[in-house]
């Protein structure tokens, strides 16, 4: 297994590409499902997820294929199979998006539901409540769902759950509903844009969809689907930028963002110019001037146009140095805090009440030995490791890998001291963090 080590206290400085937006090409492959043709896609980033949804498609019968342009081609005409099983499901959530597509398609799916996850309980109560109002019989089976339906009809459905809708629910939907016969209106649906980019994929296949980016997406249903001619190019990745800029604000740094949507980063952006960061937006790029001091802030995590709880971690490693008190709650998923106990192995002073975190800002983080826990409590960790003084190594990134493209790299590019390492056991001495020899560096390989 690979581990990051981080030296930490140096500043970001410079400009990067951001990649493809993960949520918004999982989703869309995922409807390839139900295009005719050969669906081109553009800007897949290459991802531990992206790897897993092609391996679950290929099990089905979809051929997929990284081209020489490096476009991902996806073609159903072979499709033999409706079940997608617990071994894959289990790896990654997102493998639900399937169940919307397989149904539309062959009018059966058989998907395993994913069971537990790091940052809380997450039902899918309201992809089954939606697939159910377009006329599917659902069940629940030995650990999968049964989705039937000899035609899906259009419908009124709404989407609401008490944490607000979801996400890849309206996907689900929004792929079923765009060929049910009739017109579906789904209320309460999600405005995110990696919910726009699906509509705007399946509508250049010839979906008949308004109202995307709104609570209320209006669907007419069409008998079929298929490929546009061009390759559909994929959301640039709002987390991944919001990431990249936190890390240059928590290192004191300056970055270039090129390829961003800034239209889709509005909130975090107001946090980080609340932070006391000057930015600099243009139609397509950010630039960030991180301030001498963090200043407070307090964050609310929420769905779009908020602050994604998918950046809540990261933005809370960056007070953990702000010059006094900030509160970050997060509304989306309340137990999602897992990165606050490594985060105060570093020294950060941080109290837990209820979905919300009281972080009081200290002078100085001292690296230490981390361990990841989901993906953007991963992303987290390496911030805060590069924020705090000397060397920090953080274990289990392959959480990491699941959703940042080649990460280690983009920040070293910029300065970061961030090494990718095979994980080793540690044979350190028993020593006094005042001991000079438990920061002393050991050569590692690179991997
Ligand atoms: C998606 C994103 C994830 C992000 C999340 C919230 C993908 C692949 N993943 O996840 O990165 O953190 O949105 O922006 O796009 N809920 C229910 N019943 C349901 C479904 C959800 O109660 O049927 C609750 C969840 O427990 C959670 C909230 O609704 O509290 C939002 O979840 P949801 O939007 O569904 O998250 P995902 O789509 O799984």
Redesign the pocket.
């Given at each position: 297994m690979d581990m990051f080590v981080v030296q930490g206290g140096t500043p970001l400085s410079g400009s990067l590409q951001v990649s493809g937006a993960?949520?918004a090409c999982?989703?869309i492959m995922a409807a390839a499902l139900v295009i005719q043709g050969t669906t081109r896609l553009e800007r897949v980033p290459d991802l531990v997820d992206v790897r897993t949804l092609s391996l679950l498609l290929r099990n089905l019968g979809v051929a997929v294929d990284r081209e020489a342009t490096g476009d991902l081609a996806l073609d159903p005409a072979g499709l033999h199979s409706n079940i997608a099983d617990y071994d894959l499901v289990r790896t990654m959530?997102?493998s639900?998006?399937v169940l919307g597509p397989l149904l539309a398609r062959t009018g059966r799916a058989c998907v395993s539901l994913p069971g537990g996850c790091n940052?809380?309980?997450?039902?899918?109560?309201?992809?089954?409540?939606g697939l159910s109002a377009l006329g599917a019989d659902v069940r629940i089976e030995r650990g999968y769902v049964l989705a039937e339906a000899k035609r899906l009809r259009g419908a009124r459905v709404h989407l609401a759950?008490?944490?607000?809708?979801?996400?890849?629910?309206t996907?689900n939907v929004l792929v079923a509903a765009a060929l049910a016969e009739g017109t579906s209106v789904i209320e309460a649906a999600?405005s995110?844009p990696?919910v726009v980019d699906l509509a705007n994929f399946l509508n250049a296949c010839g979906a008949q969809i308004r109202g995307q980016g709104t609570s209320e997406i209006e669907v007419d249903g069409v008998d079929s689907l298929r490929a546009p001619s061009k390759p559909y190019t994929v959301i640039p990745d709002r987390?991944e930028a919001a990431t990249l800029l936190i890390a240059a604000a928590a290192t004191g740094g300056e970055i270039q963002l090129q390829d961003v949507q800034p239209r889709h980063l509005h909130a975090v952006l107001h946090i980080l110019r609340e932070a006391g960061c000057r930015l600099d937006v243009g139609d397509s790029s950010i630039s960030l001037t991180a301030p001498a001091e963090i200043h407070p802030v307090d964050v609310v995590a929420q769905?779009f146009p908020a602050v994604?709880?998918?950046v809540q971690a990261q933005l809370t490693a960056l007070l953990t140095k702000a010059r006094g008190t900030s509160i970050v709650r997060d509304d989306?998923?309340?137990d999602r805090f897992l990165h606050l106990p490594e985060l105060s192995r570093l020294g950060a002073d941080m109290r837990r009440e209820g979905n919300a975190v009281v972080i009081r800002g200290v002078q100085r983080l001292s690296g230490a030995p981390l361990m990841a826990s989901d993906l953007r409590a991963s992303a987290a960790l390496v911030i805060a490791a590069m924020m705090a003084e000397q060397e920090s190594t953080i274990r289990r990134i392959y959480h990491l890998d699941r959703g940042y493209e080649r990460l280690e790299a983009k920040l070293s590019a910029i300065g970061g001291l961030v090494n990718r390492v095979k994980d080793e056991p540690t044979h350190l001495p028993i020593s006094l963090p005042s001991d000079p020899a438990i920061h002393a560096g050991s050569e590692r390989k690179s991997a």
């Open positions: 993960k949520n999982l989703p959530r997102a639900v998006c940052i809380g309980f997450r039902p899918i109560d309201l992809h089954l409540k759950g008490p944490q607000g809708t979801t996400v890849t629910g996907c999600a995110e990696e987390i769905p994604p709880t998918d989306v998923f309340p």
